[in-house]
């Protein structure tokens, strides 16, 4: 499994927890204005506030997550898709200058 299958995943657990977290806010704001403690309107103001906030921080935690990645792939100094294509250029070029030395051989 490549890293990008698992920041996948794990962003989609993360989206999976807001969801329930939200999914639990509404019902309790929901029973909130039934039971007539709260007004609609600001039940409604609140929720929304939330998912703002929610999804502001969830874009925060993704990019703090990327970056902590980043760090950690190259604490275990594995090679970047850039320095992978370098290398395979020089092996190509290296390949290619072996062909042409095995030619010069009477």
Do not use: C
Request: a negative charge; charged letters at 35%.
């Amino acid at each position: 499994m490549d890293s990008n299958t698992v920041l996948k995943q794990l962003l989609l657990l993360g989206v999976g927890a807001t969801s329930a977290v939200l999914d639990s806010i509404k019902k309790t704001l929901d029973k909130g204005v039934i039971e007539g403690r709260l007004d609609p309107e600001d039940a409604k103001q609140f929720l929304d506030d939330m998912v703002v906030r929610i999804r502001e921080e969830q874009g925060n935690l993704e990019d703090q997550f990327r970056k902590q990645v980043k760090v950690a792939l190259k604490d275990l100094e594995v090679p970047t898709q850039s320095e992978l294509e370098v290398l395979k250029a020089r092996i190509e070029q290296l390949e290619f200058q072996v062909r042409q030395l095995q030619n010069r051989r009477p």
